[in-house]
């Protein structure tokens, strides 16, 4: 459970609320993993100690994607990626774990930075993989099918309920919408320099150069 | 903002309160006390900053994941508007493509 008594600043409701969908989302069936796979990468990503030597070839190659995108995700390349599609993994499996992993990052960081305890991770919720993918989603130059094509804010398009919890959910609310990023000022406490000077610092804390 | 800072962080980004969200930016990677940084700028900016602070390295943290797992192409166009941008930052060292 995230609420607002787990930080030690009051913080906007709006953030508390995306973090509390986000906990829900994570223990729920995803498009392609039931939800006690999106608990077990979650959790695996989290542990100091992990290991790619578990049952199948599958589930490694899952966890092999999963700890690339939390620890090294800069390491990234083609090879990578036609590795995972030999090992037999679908371009919507590889978007949901792009989408929870990067999401608990966002989690974990916040807390870390505001001195808040990590929340546990939620208890699974039974159920199917919903295969609710998007069918106007192409290949084209990066990695996974998208719509549209060739934009960040397309990324996770593959998947629906994947973009809505990236753009609408954690970019529009912790960030700026895209409304609001073509304006000079800013809607948050701190100026809109501030908040691109820490978005470039991140970027380049992570070796990021898009 | 001197994006000098990218490379050198003891450079003042010349925006203000760019030192403290540096330091900030810096103590969550892992270099600085991170609780000392934090009430410096509870203290200097208020909570209400640090936490909007906050909400924008984690949105980052999950974006940077996001634009590496996917293979983000940089378009041409983008790569010629921001030549001397990149030149300035020293940002090409982080092309992927070399």
Known sequence: ?210 | MNLAVINDRSVDPGIVGGRLFTDLVEAAFGRGDLAQVVREVEDIAGAEALVDAAAVIANFEMMNRVADAIGMPVGRGMLSRTAALRAEGGLDRYDPSG
């Open chain 1, 1 to 210: 459970m995230i609420e607002p008594s787990s930080f030690p600043q009051p913080v906007r409701h709006d953030v508390v609320a995306v973090m509390q969908r986000e906990w829900d989302r994570l223990a729920r069936p995803g498009a392609t993993l039931t939800g006690g796979e999106r608990i077990e990468l979650a959790a695996t990503v989290r542990s100091p100690v992990r290991s790619c030597d578990s049952a199948t070839p599958e589930v490694d190659s899952r966890i092999a994607a999963a700890v690339r995108i939390a620890h090294e995700p800069a390491t990234i390349d083609r090879e990578f990626i036609d590795g995972l599609c030999d090992s037999g993994m679908r371009a919507a499996e590889y978007v949901e774990i792009i989408g929870l992993v990067s999401r608990l990052a966002a989690v974990d960081s916040f807390h870390r930075i505001l001195g808040a305890e990590r929340p546990a991770l939620p208890a699974a919720v039974d159920g199917e993989p919903s295969n609710d993918l998007n069918p106007m989603a192409q290949s084209g130059r990066s990695f996974v099918p998208m719509v549209r094509g060739a934009s960040i804010i397309y990324a996770l398009t593959l998947i629906p309920d994947e973009h809505e919890a990236m753009m609408d959910d954690f970019h529009d609310t912790l960030y700026l919408s895209t409304t609001q990023m073509q304006q000079p000022t800013s809607p948050r406490a701190i100026t809109r320099p501030q908040i691109e000077l820490l978005a470039t610092l991140t970027s380049a804390e992570n070796e990021c150069f898009y």
